[in-house]
């Protein structure tokens, strides 16, 4: 097999191997075709990463979605209530409730008998063909960004993103182990993909093709940056305690239809096969293929994407053959080592092998065994629902070492000619090593696009700052251009043809803009469920205009319905389905905003079928 070189290039050799004592538990057979080709890892990760990381907000609930509720039963559902407060998380909606570390401690959380016994969100048209990092340390990216963000924004968007020819809907992982690496193929930080993700975007694969050849060029694509924008994240959320009552909160937001990133040490993993409960028939299609059972040692660390679980199948973790506590369930697990790997890419993890200690009456454990999931946590990321930037700064940088220059943006009130706000991006700032904008020597032009939509003051005059930032000698980058672009009125600003030059210095240029803002929707629905035929009270007259200005009305009820005018309507849903009602406010500039809530009429005596995915 192959060395360990820098903790990422290694040997599958051992994956499935659990000695001597595991070939009468079943050991997987595939052991020795998994160590075929060399699996490459590549997460970086120590105790700055983790505190870092804990710093997130944490799951506190999970409100059901429509996904949700189409996989459960009315039974199951109608624990959670009815009326506006136990509400459906529609587009737009609040899905996570959030807090702290501590609250998520003593959070009461979620019934499990509520939830489906079986989901599978890589079944969903959202979730994108499995691919191969290839050789690089490229695991962080794979998971976060073509994973994660393509499932996410795709169901966000309603788009399929399953079919391997949908790249110009699943975002490229080149794109963000390019940016964060620093020029060399060494692994990269979750904590620096999410920033990245959450302050710039991603390119699409259409856009920015993987190549496992290179893992230094930046994607110098003016309009792959400006389209990056589109699909910025909102947060990141920790789901902590998954070997305890976080697996509850966890397996609600995977049946909302989720996934979720996790770290590990793969090549610490042991296998053994699936065994057939007798007791039910729901694990029929699942027996006889690869399960982890524990995780002995710290060897490969990797990232990897969880995109469902089952309840229903087991592991015989103690070997006697018979179906114990504590032997019941799996999480599914996608990986970035192509379709060789396990079962056509994907793989099962015991829910037991989460934990440091085995809750199995006579289930191995050892000072080698560790839970299955780095600081027992998996991270949900929150993208922001259909968004739209307002205004944009597009600028030229010329350079020779990517690595020694920062961007920043900020603005200020004209009269003081002082920075009052600064907004700092995911790219651009610092990172790339010693190599020029395209990942090789000499001099080079870049055009790159960010967003400066959280930077806006409405109705306010304001000076938008773009400030270039040189922090060594010897190689000076340059600032060729600053353009600020109001999308919502398609107005262009430029700072002027005087611009300069930094070497171990700064450049400054401004914009004088007055933003005209966009209205805020605010709707209200005195009720999200019920039996058809009902009549739902559609409230919109809390939305407002940062400039207070008058506002139009626009009501699409998601039944094929409309209505102009009033603030506050009324709307009878007559037949069982599930719909999107829609505000839309204008004001008196034509700037617009939108906002949804999902409204689900069930027929009388009816009982919804439980999904099986």
Not at 424 to 434: C, E, K, R, S
Request: net charge neutral.
């Amino acid at each position: 097999g192959c060395c360990l070189i820098a903790g990422f290039l290694v040997s599958g050799e051992g994956l499935g191997q659990t000695g001597t004592e595991g070939k009468d538990r079943g050991t997987s057979p595939d052991a020795k075709s998994q160590a075929a080709p060399p699996r490459a890892t590549g997460l970086l990760y120590d105790d700055r990463e983790a505190g870092y990381l804990a710093g997130n907000k944490y799951a506190l609930d999970v409100r059901p979605n429509a996904i949700r509720i189409q996989r459960e039963s009315q039974a199951a559902t109608s624990i959670r209530g009815t009326g506006p407060e136990a509400g459906l998380a529609g587009d737009g909606g609040e899905e996570i409730i959030t807090g702290t570390k501590e609250e998520a401690g003593t959070s009461a959380g979620i019934r499990s008998e509520a939830l489906p016994a079986y989901v599978d969100n890589s079944l969903l048209k959202y979730f994108p063909p499995i691919r191969s990092q290839g050789s690089q340390g490229s695991c962080v990216a794979w998971s976060t960004t073509y994973y994660q963000l393509t499932h996410q924004i795709a169901k966000d968007r309603d788009g399929d993103a399953s079919l391997p020819e949908a790249t110009d809907l699943q975002f490229s992982p080149k794109w963000t182990y390019n940016m964060i690496n620093g020029g060399e193929d060494q692994g990269s930080r979750l904590s620096d993909a999410y920033q990245l993700l959450c302050r710039n975007g991603a390119a699409t694969w259409r856009a920015f093709p993987y190549d496992n050849g290179d893992y230094r060029s930046w994607c110098l694509s003016p309009d792959a940056w400006r389209a990056a924008i589109s699909v910025r994240a909102e947060e990141v959320v920790n789901f902590d305690d998954l070997s305890g009552t976080g697996m509850t909160r966890l397996k609600a937001y995977l049946a909302n239809g989720n996934v979720a990133t996790f770290a590990t040490y793969v090549l610490s993993w042991k296998y053994l096969l699936l065994q057939d409960d007798p007791a039910t028939f729901s694990d029929d299609p699942e027996v006889g293929k690869s399960v982890c059972w524990a995780r002995v040692g710290s060897v490969g660390p990797h990232a990897m994407t969880i995109v469902g679980y089952h309840d229903d199948l087991w592991t015989d973790v103690n070997g006697n053959h018979l179906v114990d506590p504590g032997e019941k369930g799996a999480l599914r697990i996608a990986n970035s080592w192509g379709t060789t790997f396990a079962d056509g890419g994907f793989t099962w993890v015991a829910y037991d092998a989460l934990r440091r200690d085995s809750a199995v009456a006579g289930g191995p454990g050892g000072p080698d065994r560790h839970g299955l999931v780095t600081d027992n946590r998996a991270y949900a990321l929150v993208v922001k629902h259909a968004y739209r930037p307002r205004i944009v700064a597009e600028f030229t940088v010329t350079g020779t070492i990517r690595g020694q220059m920062s961007i920043t943006l900020g603005r200020g009130n004209p009269s003081s000619w002082r920075i009052s706000s600064k907004w700092q991006p995911g790219a651009l700032f610092g990172q790339g090593g010693a190599y020029a904008f395209d990942g090789g020597k000499g001099e080079r032009d870049g055009t790159f696009f960010l967003d400066c939509t959280d930077l806006l003051l409405p109705a306010k005059r304001q000076l938008y700052y773009l400030t270039l930032t040189d922090f060594a000698t010897g190689a000076p980058t340059t600032l060729q251009s600053f353009t600020l672009h109001d999308l919502e009125h398609g107005a262009q600003i430029s700072a002027g043809p005087s611009y300069g030059t930094a070497d171990a210095t700064r450049v400054q240029k401004s914009v004088d803009y007055t933003y005209n803002g966009v209205p805020v929707p605010v709707l209200r629905a005195t009720a999200t469920r019920g039996f058809a035929p009902f009549q739902v009270r559609f409230d919109g007259s809390r939305s407002s205009d940062p400039e207070g200005s008058s506002l139009t009305y626009a009501w699409d009820f998601g039944d094929g319905a409309r209505e102009t005018g009033r603030s506050v309507v009324r709307h009878t849903y007559r037949s069982p389905g599930t719909y999107q009602a829609t505000l839309t406010v204008t004001d008196g500039w034509g700037a617009r905003s939108s906002r949804q809530v999902t409204i689900l009429a069930t027929g009388r005596g009816s009982r919804s079928r439980k999904s099986t995915r």
